[in-house]
């Protein structure tokens, strides 16, 4: 069986465009901080009419094979998160197909996943569990998170984001499954849903939303530590992870469920809870789980006990889901990126804990080894390749009006045929792919930007 499956490679894409929450904040008639300080969002970004969840994915699967020099030839397993729907029987998959056609491969397994934000973690344990598969053929997976998170006007709309994540997947490397350490949680609820077809914003009530995530994150801790005791013939706790990665539809509700993971550790009675800590925090002992899931002075009290760990094991995960938002399959992925490009070069022999949740309900926490890999699969190689910073300066920001007027447009094309877009490639870099035309058939055709087209945008 192959060994050490898992990432060799990541990509990530996110659209240039974007609206500070600042401005967003003050436009909406929100108290100052709410978004900033409240939510914990930097910015947010949006794909305007030339982007969507094809074009997106079509440029990061793009980008990695060059920027890896894989020949595309060498994948056997294609599998796309999304929940953002296009269309209600053909996959994205099947748009992805395009870029390895034209290489003469046409035998690649897999399809799409949905379920609200866990899609990519479906798509990402299907390629997983193939590689250790009898039915493995020796060749690449690559899975694909890809979403534009936009909400109706209204609390949820800075709760939005859009990216797309690429990663291949295979033996030997550098960000290895520890497969046995794995506990899922899946339930029936109405927290986050979808049953508007004409709509492609959420029907969602926030509050329940915030609840079941983190009741979701007690039982998979719970389960997974149980499972690392059968294992391991010791007990779990958060001292037995380096870093710790949270979907994150919001870096606040990441911030309470770190804390939620130390209320976690207290109640066990492990080590990583030190004296002081534990004075903080027994008065909320004897609370039932309904009531500590409601309790605000928990809430601060966890909060304020699990600062230093949380600066620690979580802050360095934070970074492109505060700047981008919520990207929903890709958000969980986005934060691990952030973890790469800020502590590449000390991530070996480190354990990395991840918690995967999707609204209606599933969640799973998984646990990652990472290791130095061979180049181009190295931890450095990923994080020059992924080149985060340079992505986040080339963004354009725009204003919290023209957002919102490009948030109407996109209500009135969505599920529409017969138009041509704008083909403003202007803010796109050089690879990018745009959407030019959907026709009476509703059929959707795409262009990438090439570097000709970006020296003739720029006056060369
Ligand atoms: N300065 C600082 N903080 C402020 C200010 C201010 N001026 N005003 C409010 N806040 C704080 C609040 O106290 C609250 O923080 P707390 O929870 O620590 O107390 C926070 O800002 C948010 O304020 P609320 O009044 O709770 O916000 P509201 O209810 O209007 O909306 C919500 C928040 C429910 C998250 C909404 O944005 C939403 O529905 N989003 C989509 C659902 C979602 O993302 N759910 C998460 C899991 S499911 C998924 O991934 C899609």
């Known amino acids: 069986m192959a060994k050490n499956v898992g990432i060799l490679a990541i990509d990530v894409y996110f659209p240039s465009t974007c609206v500070q929450q600042e401005a967003l904040e003050a436009h909406d008639g929100a108290s100052k901080g709410k978004y900033t300080i409240g939510l914990g969002q930097d910015c947010m ?25 894989i020949d595309p030839k060498l994948i056997g397993r294609l599998e796309v998160g999304s929940e953002t729907v296009i269309d209600k029987s053909k996959s994205i998959k099947t748009f992805l197909m395009q870029i390895f056609e034209k290489y003469g491969n046409t035998d690649i397994e897999g ?8 899609g990519g973690t479906a798509a990402l344990f299907n390629c997983v569990n193939w590689v250790e598969s009898s039915s493995w053929d020796g060749r690449y997976g690559l899975v694909v998170c890809t979403d534009s998170a936009v909400y109706a006007e ?14 291949l997947i295979g033996p030997d490397a550098p960000i290895a499954f520890e497969s046995k350490l794995r506990a899922s949680y899946m339930s029936h609820a109405y927290d986050f849903y979808k049953p508007n077809l004409a709509s492609e914003y959420p029907v969602v009530d926030g509050k329940l939303s915030q609840t ?80 500590s899931y409601q309790s605000r002075d928990l809430e601060k009290a966890s909060q304020q006990v699990a600062k230093p760990q949380y600066d620690a094991k979580v802050q360095p995960t934070t970074l492109l889901p505060k700047q981008v938002g ?107 792919f745009y959407l030019t035309e959907v026709d009476n058939m509703y059929r959707r055709f795409y262009e990438q930007k090439t570097s000709e087209s970006a020296l003739s945008a720029n006056g060369h």
């Not at 969840?53 to 060059?66: D, G, N, P």
């Not at 996943?113 to 866990?118: E, G, V």
């Not at 963004?395 to 138009?419: A, Q, T």
């Open 45 to 69: 970004a949006f794909c305007t009419d030339i982007e969507d969840v094809i074009s997106m994915s079509l440029t990061v699967v793009t980008s990695l094979l060059e920027k890896y020099g």
């Open 326 to 432: 919520n990207m929903y399959t890709a958000s969980l992925y986005a934060a691990f990126v952030s973890l790469i490009h800020n502590k590449h070069s000390t991530l070996a022999g480190k354990r990395v804990i991840l918690f995967s949740y999707g609204s209606g309900l599933t969640a799973t926490m998984f646990s990652l080894q990472l290791r130095d890999g061979k180049h181009p699969f190295s931890l450095s190689n990923i994080a020059t390749v992924m080149d985060v910073a340079g992505k986040l300066k080339s963004r354009k920001e725009f204003p919290p009006e023209k957002f919102v007027e490009i948030m109407k447009l996109m209500e009135h094309r969505y599920g529409s045929k017969e138009y041509v877009t704008s083909k403003e490639t202007s803010l796109l870099s050089s690879g990018t």
């Open 111 to 118: 399809v799409d996943s949905t379920n609200a934000c866990y």
């Open 212 to 291: 079941c995530y983190l009741m979701a994150l007690d039982n998979c801790y719970k389960s997974l530590s149980l499972k690392y005791e059968k294992f391991e013939g010791k007990p779990f706790s958060l001292a037995d992870a380096e870093y710790f990665v949270f979907h994150s539809p919001y870096n606040k509700l990441v911030q309470k469920s770190f804390a939620r993971l130390v209320f976690n550790d207290f109640l066990k009675n492990t080590s990583f809870v030190d004296e002081a800590a534990k004075e903080k925090l027994g008065p909320f002992a004897t609370l039932s789980g309904d009531e």
């Open 154 to 167: 209204g609390p949820a709309r800075p709760t939005g984001g859009a990216a797309a994540i690429a990663m």
